[in-house]
Structures are given as C-alpha cells and as structure tokens.
Nanobody, 113 residues
Framework: QVQLVESGGGLVQPGGSLRLSCAVS????????MGWYRQAPGNQRELVAR???????NYADSVKGRFTISRDNAKKTVYLQMNSLKFEDTAVYYC???????WGQGTQVTVSS
C-alpha cells in the first residue's frame, strides 16, 4: 500500500519561501509520476505541479516561475520549492502518486503578514 508523508509547511510572510517534502513508500517510486496538489478552504483540490519518473515537469499557471518540483529517486522523496509566496498560496498541500488513490495527511502552508 502506498504511503505518503508530507512535511515542511508553516507560516511565512508574503514573498517568502518554503520547501515541502514528501516521503513515499510502498511503490517503485522511480517509475511513477508524482504530483503536488493543494486545497484551500472552500475550494476543490487542485494540481500544482507534476514530475515524471524521468524528471519532466509541468506546473499550474498560477505557480509557474515561482514553484519548482523535483525528486530524489534514491530517497523516494519529492520536493516542492516555493518562492515568492502569495496570500493565495495558503492551502493544505498534498503529494500523490499518479494513478494511485492514496493521499497523505498534507502539510499546511499559510502565507500571512
């Protein structure tokens, strides 16, 4: 069974940075595309960024140029570097293995002055 553990969230001022991590177990990590998603209160969960097993990335328009997704296949970990954070980035962030139904507990990111 796939297990995902997100970490690295917190409270940050606008313009600040955070780096999220997601440790994955229960799958052959290097073979799968990984995604970071977020869900703000009252909103649907949305895809933020995705990275294939080979390192090809794509991003939601709202985060392009500010967020960077990466992965370490040896550590079975996917990262999300978030720079120039905005109020509207406030959400619970989740990672997910493409094609799998499991979600982790998420990590809260709050952008506030």
């Amino acid at each position: 069974q796939v297990q995902l553990v997100e970490s690295g969230g917190g409270l940050v001022q606008p313009g600040g940075s955070l780096r999220l991590s997601c440790a994955v177990s229960g799958t052959i990590f290097r073979l799968y595309t990984m995604g970071w998603y977020r869900q703000a209160p009252g909103n649907q969960r949305e895809l933020v960024a995705r990275i294939t097993g080979g390192g090809v990335t794509n991003y939601a328009d709202s985060v392009k140029g500010r967020f960077t997704i990466s992965r370490d296949n040896a550590k079975k970990t996917v990262y999300l570097q978030m720079n120039s954070l905005k109020f509207e980035d406030t959400a619970v962030y989740y990672c997910k293995v493409d094609g799998d139904l499991h979600w982790g507990q998420g990590t809260q990111v709050t952008v506030s002055s």
